[in-house]
């Protein structure tokens, strides 16, 4: 986003304060976030139905002294309040507790899951905007192309990720096995979940890219533009779409915080390790220490990105920099 | 619209029709093998690991004190001899010598002492100290090669559970690593845990010492293999290209559809074995609902095609099962229940018709003073797996069309299956055990549920069962347990129509021609170790 930060910069002062300021605000609203993620995540898997004895005990022998055994292992036999506050009092040292059907720490559980989530996300990420933007900018106002791209963006939101993702590794990695089938072990394993994962996004951004794009090349501005006697490319690449990325930028960034989740078809399908799967299997087989770790982390993610975005606006929009009113 | 399942179906399918090429052309032999597995192991503490699916990489890292013929007899292992007191109280064992750990230490009676106190302690292992290990009362050493097991009063499948169960180090309780497994996990088995990549693969290596494989081994010595990788790879038809395209050197769990890719291909060789324990059984609530009554239970019998049902959704891979345990239990088994009911729908409708199901619904379906027959089949989610999802939707449409019985499919989370469960609120629980256990599975099953049924889930309260499995569980005369077992499939089944078995479960493995030596093990049927695999250049793709 070079481009953007190129033209009018107005005074640097003010500018900077509204930023600390954003940035201050936006970290003391996350930790709000952050506590009441944890504490929705904790009561609804209260109130959710099952008694987690029940569900750890599952096909054996539920005799008393296994029923004992498991809350005094697991801390259930305090009230529910105090497993409350000795969690929070937990969580802010660190220590995210032990998964019931992994039997391991979900701290470092979760954080050796991070990272393969982390990259698959980012390349998908960069699958999208790359695809978005090419298909946007080439097309834009132009009938015949647009409506080309139009209905293979159509195509694409409306593909399953599982569906791609066995084609692109049917024909990829079966026949002509220029990419391996799975795991996380180089970036050429990368390739194939990304495109699996991007595509799909790409297609959304691409549209609603398209849009904006078209309103803003109808604008009187385009037009003044024109008459400065810049290139097509130029208006289009240096004017234009920094008018039509603001929308662009609000969906992406909700769609990217989306992706913690929506990356579990792709993990399964890829045989990748990552945060969906052990999500969706923790929220199955009822692991409350994964379930609320996922909640916290999902939560951290939200912020952080809507975070990004509001940074992003400021990049973008010159107005929205002056500070103040 | 297609199903996943079915879609992934249609991908192998239709790779039948493309040439791909094979890459088995003799090169120098590899030494390591990458096997690709369907389900990621919860824990690789082999006592506290509960799916049958993980054996198939657990087998590879522990050992037991004996193996088990064809025929469910006790040959040497870790073990070279045993005893049985007369009274059925005591069990001895005579160690082999000169067995190691991974880490070096002794494999010897106190090593065993140590294991069977903690497989007794409720909080390190609930479901082994509540089951099987609560009949022990003592375990000593009574030489260092001695074992000396006592029981508080005579349980016939104690042997069973005592020869089979995994050895860990004495040194593996004291580690952090206890409970979620790992290399500090130490066993004595032919490969040890190299590295593990959580929701990837578990790398194993030789076991370059190992020199004590069970008598039936196709060899004593280290493992031929210097490594092994199991890869996760969850779904079916991905598993089935890698195979294919030569990614990996084998796979397991296998599609009814494509098993014809792998069986009818000279390129790879196909294996598959059923399963030992319950078939996959509609366990039917015989305490609340409609299926309390006997008639509707036999009527859902006699209104589902069940051979019709298996074709069209496993195109005839699956066998149908009658019984209480696997027909391969020929310890347990009594074929005597098979075709003691038949598909019969005018039968089905008759039984209805009396029991007074006679009001209908513009669908046809049935109703009896307003209530309508609406069973409610409860299943986990999580357990969704062969296909089984598409099987119910097929047995469904059975007893709609052919006696006006609605099922309804309920899949829930696993808190709201043990809710409903814990209560009694389903019509039916569907599903398939498999351990290898010499009749505990029955008693589990059909037990009262407060005494020792913990899966009891069409909740049989019925004294002369329970009399008839107490006194199977007592006598170590195999012709009598087989006999009681008999009487109790008998009557459960065919009599009172508690559960309706439908297929038999089986394991299957797929591997590129010239990997040899991958079998099943006998008289469990699991996947076995990988210790006699190896690469034959004799065999080309």
């Given at each position: 986003?070079?481009?953007?930060?190129?033209?009018?910069?107005?005074?640097g002062?003010?500018?900077?304060?509204?930023?600390?300021?954003?940035?201050?605000?936006?970290?003391?609203?996350?930790?709000?976030?952050?506590?009441a993620?944890?504490?929705?995540?904790?009561?609804?898997?209260?109130?959710?139905?099952?008694?987690?004895?029940?569900?750890?005990?599952?096909?054996?022998?539920?005799?008393?002294?296994?029923?004992?055994?498991?809350?005094?292992?697991?801390?259930?036999?305090?009230?529910?309040?105090?497993?409350?506050?000795?969690?929070?009092?937990?969580v802010?040292?660190?220590?995210?507790?032990?998964?019931?059907?992994?039997?391991?720490d979900?701290?470092?559980?979760?954080?050796?899951?991070?990272?393969?989530?982390?990259?698959?996300?980012?390349?998908?990420?960069?699958?999208?905007?790359?695809?978005?933007?090419?298909?946007?900018l080439?097309?834009a106002?132009?009938p015949?192309?647009?409506?080309?791209?139009?209905g293979?963006?159509?195509?694409?939101?409306?593909t399953?990720?599982?569906?791609?993702?066995?084609?692109?590794?049917?024909?990829?990695?079966?026949?002509?096995?220029?990419?391996?089938?799975?795991?996380d072990?180089?970036?050429?394993?990368?390739?194939?979940?990304?495109?699996?994962?991007?595509?799909?996004?790409?297609?959304?951004?691409?549209?609603?890219?398209r849009?904006?794009?078209?309103r803003?090349?109808?604008?009187?501005?385009?037009?003044?533009?024109?008459?400065?006697?810049?290139?097509?490319?130029?208006?289009?690449?240096?004017?234009?779409?920094?008018?039509?990325?603001?929308?662009?930028?609000?969906?992406?960034?909700?769609?990217?915080?989306?992706?913690l989740?929506?990356?579990?078809?792709?993990?399964?399908?890829?045989?990748?390790?990552?945060?969906?799967?052990?999500?969706?299997?923790a929220?199955?087989?009822k692991?409350?220490?994964?379930?609320?770790?996922?909640?916290?982390?999902?939560?951290a993610?939200?912020?952080?990105?809507?975070?990004?975005?509001d940074?992003?606006?400021?990049?973008?929009?010159?107005?929205?920099?002056r500070?103040?009113? | 619209?297609?199903?996943r399942?079915?879609?992934g179906?249609?991908?192998?399918?239709?790779?039948?029709?493309?040439?791909?090429?094979?890459?088995?052309?003799?090169?120098?032999?590899?030494?390591?093998?990458?096997?690709?597995?369907?389900?990621?192991?919860t824990?690789?503490?082999?006592?506290?690991?509960?799916?049958?699916?993980?054996?198939?990489?657990?087998?590879?890292?522990?050992?037991s004190?004996?193996?088990?013929?064809?025929?469910?007899?006790?040959?040497?292992?870790?073990?070279?001899?045993?005893?049985?007191?007369?009274?059925?109280?005591?069990?001895?064992?005579?160690?082999?010598p000169?067995?190691?750990?991974?880490?070096?230490e002794?494999?010897?009676?106190?090593?065993?002492?140590?294991?069977?106190?903690?497989?007794?302690?409720?909080?390190y292992?609930?479901?082994?100290?509540?089951?099987?290990?609560?009949?022990?009362?003592k375990?000593?050493?009574?030489?260092?090669?001695?074992?000396?097991?006592?029981?508080?009063?005579?349980?016939?499948?104690?042997?069973?559970?005592a020869?089979?169960?995994?050895?860990?180090?004495?040194?593996?309780?004291?580690?952090?690593?206890?409970?979620?497994?790992?290399?500090?996990?130490?066993?004595?088995?032919?490969?040890?845990?190299?590295?593990?990549?959580?929701?990837?693969?578990?790398?194993?290596?030789?076991?370059?010492?190992?020199?004590?494989?069970?008598?039936?081994?196709?060899?004593?010595?280290?493992?031929?293999?210097?490594?092994?990788?199991?890869?996760?790879?969850?779904?079916?038809?991905?598993?089935v290209?890698?195979?294919?395209?030569?990614?990996?050197?084998?796979?397991?769990?296998?599609?009814?559809?494509?098993?014809?890719?792998?069986?009818?291909?000279?390129?790879?060789?196909?294996?598959?074995?059923?399963?030992?324990?319950?078939?996959?059984?509609?366990?039917?609530?015989?305490?609340?609902?409609?299926?309390?009554?006997?008639?509707?239970r036999?009527?859902?019998?006699?209104?589902?095609?069940?051979?019709?049902?298996?074709q069209?959704?496993?195109?005839?891979?699956?066998?149908?099962a009658?019984?209480?345990?696997?027909?391969?239990?020929?310890?347990?088994?009594?074929?005597?229940?098979?075709?003691?009911?038949?598909?019969?729908?005018?039968?089905?409708?008759?039984?209805?018709d009396?029991a007074?199901?006679?009001?209908?619904?513009?669908?046809?379906?049935?109703?009896?003073?307003?209530?309508?027959?609406?069973?409610?089949?409860?299943?986990a989610?999580?357990?969704?797996?062969?296909?089984?999802?598409?099987?119910?939707?097929?047995?469904?449409?059975?007893?709609?069309?052919?006696?006006?019985?609605?099922?309804?499919?309920?899949?829930?989370?696993?808190?709201?299956?043990?809710?409903?469960?814990?209560?009694?609120?389903?019509?039916?629980?569907?599903?398939?055990?498999?351990?290898?256990?010499?009749?505990i599975?029955?008693?589990?099953?059909?037990?009262?549920?407060?005494?020792?049924?913990?899966?009891?889930?069409a909740?049989?309260?019925?004294?002369?069962?329970?009399?008839?499995?107490?006194?199977?569980?007592?006598?170590?005369?195999?012709?009598?347990?087989?006999?009681?077992?008999?009487?109790?499939?008998?009557?459960?089944?065919?009599?009172?129509?508690?559960?309706?078995?439908?297929?038999?479960?089986?394991?299957?493995?797929?591997?590129?021609?010239?990997?040899?030596?991958?079998?099943?093990?006998?008289?469990?049927?699991?996947?076995?170790?990988?210790?006699?695999v190896?690469?034959?250049?004799?065999?080309?793709?």
């Open positions: 986003m070079s481009v953007a930060a190129a033209s009018v910069r107005p005074g002062g003010p500018a900077h304060k509204a930023l600390a300021r954003k940035v201050l605000g936006r970290i003391a609203s996350g930790v709000v976030v952050l506590w993620a944890i504490t929705l995540a904790f009561l609804s898997v209260q109130i959710a139905p099952g008694d987690i004895v029940d569900i750890i005990v599952g096909d054996q022998i539920p005799t008393p002294a296994v029923a004992a055994a498991i809350r005094a292992e697991w801390g259930l036999d305090q009230p529910v309040i105090v497993q409350y506050f000795s969690y929070l009092g937990r802010v040292q660190g220590d995210f507790g032990r998964s019931y059907m992994l039997q391991a979900v701290g470092p559980l979760l954080l050796s899951q991070v990272w393969p989530t982390l990259k698959l996300t980012m390349a998908g990420v960069l699958v999208a905007v790359v695809f978005a933007l090419s298909m946007a080439l097309t106002r132009r015949v192309a647009g409506r080309v791209a139009s293979i963006e159509l195509f694409l939101v409306s399953p990720s599982f569906w791609l993702g066995i084609v692109l590794l049917y024909v990829f990695s079966f026949t002509l096995k220029i990419f391996p089938v799975a795991g072990r180089s970036l050429s394993a990368l390739v194939l979940p990304a495109l699996a994962l991007g595509l799909s996004l790409g297609a959304v951004l691409g549209q609603v890219l849009q904006s794009l078209e803003a090349l109808e604008e009187p501005f385009a037009l003044t533009v024109k008459s400065w006697g810049v290139t097509e490319a130029t208006l289009r690449l240096r004017h234009a779409l920094r008018h039509a990325a603001i929308p662009s930028v609000t969906l992406a960034g909700w769609l990217i915080g989306g992706l989740s929506g990356t579990v078809i792709t993990e399964q399908v890829f045989g990748r390790p990552g945060l969906g799967r052990i999500t969706v299997d929220v199955l087989s692991d409350i220490p994964v379930i609320l770790a996922t909640a916290i982390l999902s939560a993610i939200y912020v952080t990105m809507s975070t990004i975005v940074l992003l606006y400021l990049l973008l929009d010159p107005r929205l920099r500070g103040g009113k | 619209m297609l199903t399942r079915q879609f179906s249609l991908i192998a399918l239709t790779s039948l029709s493309v040439s791909l090429p094979q890459f088995l052309a003799a090169a120098p032999a590899p030494q390591a093998i990458t096997f690709a597995i369907e389900s990621e192991p824990t690789l503490n082999p006592h506290l690991n509960g799916q049958a699916k993980a054996r198939v990489v657990l087998r590879n890292l522990y050992d004190l004996l193996a088990r013929d064809e025929k469910g007899g006790y040959l040497p292992w870790l073990a070279q001899s045993y005893e049985a007191s007369a009274d059925g109280l005591t069990f001895d064992f005579h160690l082999r000169g067995v190691n750990f991974h880490n070096g002794a494999l010897d009676a106190a090593a065993l002492v140590v294991n069977f106190e903690h497989l007794r302690d409720p909080a292992a609930a479901n082994l100290a509540a089951g099987p290990a609560s009949h022990l009362v375990a000593e050493a009574i030489a260092p090669l001695h074992l000396r097991l006592t029981l508080a009063k005579p349980y016939a499948p104690f042997l069973g559970f020869a089979g169960v995994d050895i860990l180090a004495p040194s593996a309780y004291r580690s952090e690593q206890l409970k979620s497994g790992g290399p500090e996990v130490a066993g004595s088995g032919p490969f040890l845990i190299d590295t593990i990549a959580k929701g990837q693969e578990i790398r194993l290596r030789r076991n370059p010492d190992y020199a004590w494989a069970p008598a039936n081994a196709e060899h004593q010595g280290p493992a031929y293999l210097e490594a092994v990788t199991f890869r996760i790879l969850p779904e079916s038809a991905v598993r290209g890698a195979l294919q395209s030569g990614q990996v050197d084998a796979i397991e769990g296998i599609s009814g559809n494509d098993v014809a890719l792998f069986r009818d291909d000279e390129g790879f060789s196909y294996i598959s074995a059923f399963n030992t324990g319950t078939p996959y059984t509609l366990f039917l609530n015989s305490q609340s609902g409609p299926t309390a009554e006997q008639a509707v036999k009527a859902l019998r006699a209104a589902i095609d069940i051979p019709a049902v298996l069209s959704i496993y195109r005839g891979e699956r066998q149908r009658w019984g209480i345990s696997s027909p391969i239990e020929a310890d347990l088994y009594d074929p005597a229940i098979e075709n003691a009911w038949a598909f019969d729908p005018a039968e089905a409708n008759r039984l209805l009396e007074g199901w006679t009001e209908r619904d513009a669908a046809g379906l049935r109703a009896k003073n307003g209530t309508p027959l609406v069973i409610r089949i409860v299943q989610q999580a357990t969704v797996r062969d296909q089984r999802d598409v099987l119910l939707l097929a047995l469904q449409a059975q007893a709609r069309q052919n006696a006006g019985i609605q099922l309804e499919l309920d899949y829930v989370d696993a808190g709201s299956y043990a809710e409903r469960r814990k209560l009694g609120d389903y019509g039916s629980i569907p599903n398939s055990r498999t351990p290898a256990d010499d009749g599975d029955i008693e589990y099953h059909y037990l009262p549920l407060d005494e020792g049924g913990s899966v009891n889930y909740r049989v309260a019925d004294p002369q069962v329970k009399a008839w499995l107490t006194q199977a569980a007592a006598t170590s005369d195999l012709a009598a347990r087989h006999a009681l077992y008999a009487k109790v499939q008998d009557f459960v089944l065919r009599e009172q129509g508690y559960a309706l078995p439908i297929y038999v479960p089986e394991d299957q493995i797929a591997a590129r021609a010239d990997l040899t030596g991958l079998r099943f093990r006998p008289y469990f049927q699991q996947p076995d170790s990988l210790h006699g190896r690469f034959d250049s004799e065999v080309a793709g």
